[in-house]
């Protein structure tokens, strides 16, 4: 890999491959505002990036500072490997990842007109007018101002006036929302991870009693709900919500279950100053927290690999009266 210490380009497209660039790459007058960037394989990219449009080739890439892009940032279809940004990505334009071979990590917010993403962890949030996500995990919230795509993902939660979705699905929050009724393809599932063990499932052993996910009938739970912003203005949406199926939260210790520290450590990803970990896994190797293994783990989940109980929903009455002795 060649070291760049300082980018010195003065034409309109700068190309890199097996390159170590040690700067940022950021325009240095107004007639490089009109930079394309093209990454072909084997870069790292140690400062910020800016460019009109940023065009991927192939992997590996590991763009460590922030990235603003003023038309697209496109990821060919036939490249492979691993693209990661490690901070914040912002579009004007659209931001298109979908090839099948490769992973794209975002380690922090991903903000854009359009998203179509496929096989990719987003450590954070996506906010964009339209957002396509094809077997992604998003630690944060999906939201969408004009429509939204689920495939077969993982969110924390979405919110959009119209959403579409397919395949198997899975919520990381207790709620999410959409203004328009949700529009299900034929064998469409929902699953809410509230209330499942992640910890001990991250670990590989037993899962914790009362604990699993949720089935969410996204047709008869949802609620209509009205909400109130800073300016009084109300809205009204579907709500798709457990709230109503959570009476055996009292009974679990939501401390012993880690979720919260899994969770944390995925969203801050490379933020982390040191790596924490839930102690040993069942082969007694110590169950870290990387950014690595935990998006592994979420990808488990969502390929069948990880199979996760279901909650069971007969509650033994006198077991709750102890509970609130």
Known sequence: ?????????????????????????????????????????NVVVEGSLFARNLEIEDGPADLMGAVYVQEEIHLRTEAKGVVRFRKAVASSGPVVCLS?????????????????LRNAFVAASIFAEEIELDNCVVMGGVFATRRLSLNGCIAGTFNSPAVRASLANYLLYPSAF????????????????????????????AQKTNTGKIVLDMEVDAQRSVLVDDSRNTFLVNSYSVASKVLAVDLIDLDQMQNHFLLSAASLGSQLLKTYDLGAHADGTLAELTTERVAAFFFSILEGRVEIADLDGSIDIEEIKRAFA
């Open 1 to 41: 890999m060649n070291e760049l210490k300082e980018i010195r380009i003065g034409d309109e497209r700068l190309m890199l491959r097996d390159n170590l660039v040690r700067s940022s790459i950021l325009p240095r007058g107004s007639s490089e505002l009109a930079r394309d960037i093209t990454l072909q394989g």
């Open 100 to 116: 099948p071979s490769a992973r794209v990590w975002f380690g922090a917010d991903l903000n854009a007109r359009v998203v179509r």
């Open 178 to 205: 959409s203004v328009e009724p949700i529009a299900l393809l034929p064998g469409t599932t929902f699953h809410n991870l509230t209330l499942a063990d992640l910890g001990s499932l991250f670990c590989g052993t």
